[in-house]
């Protein structure tokens, strides 16, 4: 099956599996979705991310709940699309819901997290946001 934008359909298969409170989402793997898989398991929205290898190669997410059945992922947004990118500056990169949220760059130094972009003085595409 051929996707258009396959980080919008990674993230809405993410999405769409959260509320059936299912324990792992498969994913066709890419290095750029491997990338952003695990950054949110670097950042605690996740359990665990690795590549698997059967038939062809997929990434398996495990997904990560509260004691209470919550899952840790309350919304997850596509920013810069294929028919509109959005890029900023280092200094104007947007604070997710106040700075408990995060967003994920892709800048010249690879893909990275929002706070680790500002430190680094480095501006870039705004790929998806996350909370």
């Known amino acids: 099956m051929t996707t258009t934008d396959p980080i919008a359909d990674m993230l809405t298969r993410i999405r769409n599996t959260v509320p059936l409170k299912k324990e792992k989402v498969i994913?066709?793997?890419?290095k750029i979705k491997f990338e952003i898989a695990?950054?949110?398991?670097?950042?605690?929205?996740v359990k665990k991310v690795e590549k698997s290898e059967s038939n062809?190669?997929?990434i398996?997410?495990?997904l990560k709940y509260t004691s209470d059945k919550e899952s840790?992922?309350?919304?997850?947004?596509?920013?810069s699309k294929?028919?509109?990118?959005v890029y900023v500056?280092?200094?104007?990169?947007?604070?997710?819901l106040n700075g408990l949220g995060m967003a994920i760059i892709s800048t010249s130094a690879g893909l990275m997290s929002d706070r680790e972009?500002?430190?680094r003085k480095i501006g870039g595409e705004v790929i998806c946001e996350i909370y």
Do not use: H, M
């Open 60 to 62: 398996d997410i495990e």
């Open 89 to 96: 500056e280092y200094n104007k990169i947007p604070r997710v």
């Open 117 to 119: 972009a500002k430190s």
């Open 27 to 30: 994913i066709p793997f890419s």
């Open 82 to 85: 294929p028919g509109r990118r």
């Open 38 to 45: 695990k950054i949110l398991e670097k950042e605690g929205y």
């Open 56 to 58: 062809f190669a997929t």
């Open 72 to 79: 840790v992922i309350q919304n997850l947004k596509r920013i």
